[in-house]
């Protein structure tokens, strides 16, 4: 029970107290949701990005490879057949 005036106001300050503390600890709750949150994003977005500059890269030198590989073949061909003309002639 209750005594006096002074033990009401104690009780009330403490909830108060209380109350605070528990309002503290909710708003640490969602900033630090809202904090991992964003870091998961901005990772993601990351790997995503680097996957594809990792695809876009191997794509051009597949072109490249393929390009240049077919101007060798062409070179090559064409300096056999000048051998094979020169030598038979």
Sequence with gaps: M???NS??????????QHHLVEVV??????????VVVVVVVVV?????VVVVVVVVVVMVLVVVVVV????V???VVGVVVVVV????V
Aim: proline share 0%; net charge positive.
């Design 68 to 71: 240049v590989g077919g101007v």
């Design 73 to 75: 073949v062409e070179v």
């Design 7 to 16: 033990d009401l106001r104690q009780k009330i300050s403490w909830h108060r």
């Design 44 to 48: 993601v977005v990351v790997v995503v």
């Design 2 to 4: 209750i005594k006096n």
């Design 85 to 88: 003309v020169v030598v038979g």
């Design 25 to 34: 600890v909710a708003v640490v709750e969602v900033v630090v949701v809202v």
